[in-house]
């Protein structure tokens, strides 16, 4: 399959994230997708394609025009503050206190964001913007009839939710592409997000919807981020109530069990019929994962690459997570190389 790719990423190059009480250097940095682009290529997986460059309206079916804008401008508005560092949130409108943006800078960040984990830094805005003309590009190759494409998007989305940014993400890509397939005439689309962490933001924006069927498979939120959303009597309101789907596993799971869950949200996918299936792929559900705690091995990738070819559909995998940088390249190449075996 194609993968779609685009060096404006380097623009997110953030160096701090809060951790532990300190700033450390982010995870989610720029070799992670160097990295995968190497071995994409190396493994001749297909054609590596640049994006072609969408618009905001996309954007905008997702997200709200007052969040985007504050991306937009971030940046400046805290550099004209004259603070010294990157722009981190420290307040949040907590429980009994006001829903509502103000117009400080720092008041605006914590009203917009999820959690101190993600700084907002010069060239924020254009990388994720380019990250989602990667989501949109392979969406289109997907829509005009390519079995599968690979958006190697960075920064990732699916922490994004239509007002919020942080868990390293700004945009939903999968979110948003999953709306392109239905303005395009698709009826039914399915987005499964096999990444070790909820697929929070994806989960908000369709909440209510019963056209776009939403699973994750991740580790307890009792135990790890998100912290206050992916539980599994989390499954959709009013019309979308049926329509959320999440599979919850402990710490140290291998890929014996996973596997039972994927098998899980497969059968679900396949009852539903989509025109078309989003995967948010992660690959820090490996074992050597820095932030994460299930026990996939390398050659399981494989095998999760193949079962969902085999729903025989048409499939956009959209980059998300993975942050052991040695072996991301091989992980998500063999997600890639195993769909590609059911062709
Ligand atoms: C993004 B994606 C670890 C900090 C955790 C949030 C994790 C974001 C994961 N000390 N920060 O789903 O891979
Ligand atoms: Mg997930
Ligand atoms: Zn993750």
Not at 229 to 253: Q, R, W
Not at 259 to 282: I, K, Y
Not at 315 to 320: D, Y
Request: aromatic fraction near 10%.
């Amino acid at each position: 399959m194609k993968t779609v790719y685009s060096p404006l990423h380097h623009r997110r190059t953030a160096t701090s994230e809060l951790d532990g009480g300190v700033l450390i250097a982010p995870h989610e940095r720029p070799s992670r997708a160097e990295t995968i682009l190497q071995r994409v290529r190396d493994q001749a997986l297909g054609e590596i394609v640049a994006p072609v460059n969408f618009d905001l309206a996309p954007i905008l079916r997702v997200h709200t025009l007052e969040y985007v804008s504050f991306l937009e401008h971030c940046w400046e508005e805290w550099a004209a503050a004259g603070k010294p560092g990157e722009a981190i949130p420290q307040f949040w409108p907590a429980r009994g206190m006001r829903q509502r943006a103000p117009k400080d800078i720092d008041g605006r960040l914590g009203y917009y964001a999820l959690g101190a984990d993600t700084s907002i830094t010069e060239g924020t805005w254009e990388a994720a913007r380019a990250s989602v003309d990667v989501a949109l590009t392979a969406q289109e190759l997907v829509a005009g009839g390519e079995r599968a494409a690979f958006a190697l998007c960075r920064p990732p989305g699916h922490h994004a939710a239509a007002d919020l940014f942080g868990g390293y993400c700004f945009f939903n890509n999968a979110a948003i592409a999953a709306q392109a397939f239905l303005d395009q005439g698709a009826k039914r689309v399915a987005i499964l997000d096999v990444d070790f962490h909820h697929g929070n933001g994806t989960q908000s924006i369709f909440y209510h919807r019963n056209d776009v069927l939403t699973i994750s498979i991740h580790g307890d939120p009792d135990l790890v981020f998100p912290h206050f959303l992916g539980f599994e009597d989390e499954i959709g309101e009013g019309d979308g109530a049926g329509y959320n789907l999440n599979i919850v596993y402990p710490p140290g799971t291998p890929f014996s069990e996973w596997q039972q869950g994927l098998e899980t949200a497969c059968e679900r996918v396949a009852d539903f019929r989509p025109d078309a299936l989003v995967v948010p792929l992660g690959v820090d559900t490996f074992e050597g994962d820095p932030i994460s705690f299930f026990r996939l091995k390398s050659e399981n990738y494989l095998a999760m690459g193949e079962r969902l070819g085999r729903l025989g559909l048409p499939t956009l995998f959209t980059m998300e997570g993975g942050y052991d940088v040695d072996a991301i390249g091989v992980n998500v190449a063999n997600v890639l190389k195993g769909f590609d075996l059911t062709l």
